[in-house]
């Protein structure tokens, strides 16, 4: 059984920074010629991605069911106003002429971007997107887990005749989008909504961006504008989780208890197992990759300085 290349994890997490470096610029100065929002641009690319059917808040809500669908709703009204998205029946929205122009726009910005990106040897950037590539395709032939945000990540595939560095980012952005997949699986079957169980996890602390929370005003501050839930509601859930004994509450502090920890870090590993079973690389390969990701980092950053 191949050991877990749990390395992967924090080197693709650094090369999607450092081409980010590169692309966030231009995507940036993009937004703020066409006077849109940022959510416009994510509504206008999954839309896309839905054609021919209408884009639903339940696209959405596959891949994060940590928001609220109010919220997602509010989201989607906002991109019609703006222009961008029409709606056509209840919570159902297609793209205007405006949306496709921009999605298009949007899709040449990327490849001009990456065309820009000169690298040291060429062929190495080919390797590794093969490499990378490879994974993709082994984790789509995967039964488990179920993959739908890998599958809808798959639409945007550039096309082999596309610039390297694009090719790579979308690899890299088709495994995220997959690990999402398989940490959907590892924690759905405790029966949580998507939003207690992500107040759970930044309680917790660990496997989630910034510094842990302790109480539920601190989530509302630090999850609310983009998830769309308030204090009440992340007291609600914590509350619920208590239930499970996941958690303690004293003076409105949240700490996880012995079987909380042991529960997350369960649901890590199989996140982490239902990921890296697909891989099928053999152990020099799996060495070329790291060496490979390793390569494109230092380039890019060296790029950027």
């Known amino acids: 059984m191949m050991e877990r290349p749990k390395w992967y994890l924090d080197l693709s997490e650094e090369l999607a920074t450092a081409i980010n470096a590169h692309y966030m610029p231009t995507l940036t100065q993009l937004i703020e010629e066409t006077g849109l929002q940022g959510g416009d641009f994510t509504a206008v690319q999954t839309a896309v991605s839905t054609v021919p059917d209408p884009l639903t808040p339940d696209v959405f809500l596959v891949r994060t069911p940590y928001q609220a669908r109010a919220h997602v709703m509010t989201q989607l009204e906002g991109s019609v106003e703006r222009g961008v998205l029409a709606k056509v029946g209840d919570e159902e929205y297609v793209l205007t002429e405006a949306g496709q122009k921009l999605a298009a726009r949007i899709a040449a910005t990327a490849v001009a971007v990456a065309q820009t990106i000169n690298l040291t040897s060429p062929a190495n950037g080919e390797r ?21 945000s890998l599958d809808r990540s798959r639409f945007y595939d550039p096309g082999l005749e596309a610039p390297v560095v694009e090719r790579i980012r979308r690899y890299l952005n088709d495994l995220n989008a997959f690990r999402d997949d398989a940490h959907l699986a590892a924690w759905q079957p405790y029966g949580l909504e998507g939003y207690e169980w992500e107040a759970f996890s930044h309680i917790h602390g660990v496997y989630v961006f910034g510094e842990p ?28 989780v208590c239930t499970r004994g996941w958690l303690t509450v004293a003076d409105g502090r949240y700490t996880p208890t012995a079987e909380g920890k042991q529960i997350r870090e369960v649901v890590e590993a199989e996140t982490d197992r239902l990921f890296f079973t697909p891989w099928k690389l053999n152990a020099p390969e799996m060495t070329e990759l790291k060496t490979s990701l390793e390569w494109l980092i230092a380039q890019l950053q060296l790029s950027q300085d």
Do not use: I
């Open 128 to 148: 590794l997107a093969v490499l990378l590539r490879s994974l993709v395709e082994s984790s789509m032939a995967t039964p488990e887990p179920r993959h739908p």
């Open 213 to 240: 929370a302790t109480t539920a005003a601190d989530l509302a501050e630090k999850l609310g504008g983009f998830r769309g839930y308030d204090t009440v509601a992340y007291e609600m859930a914590l509350q619920k």
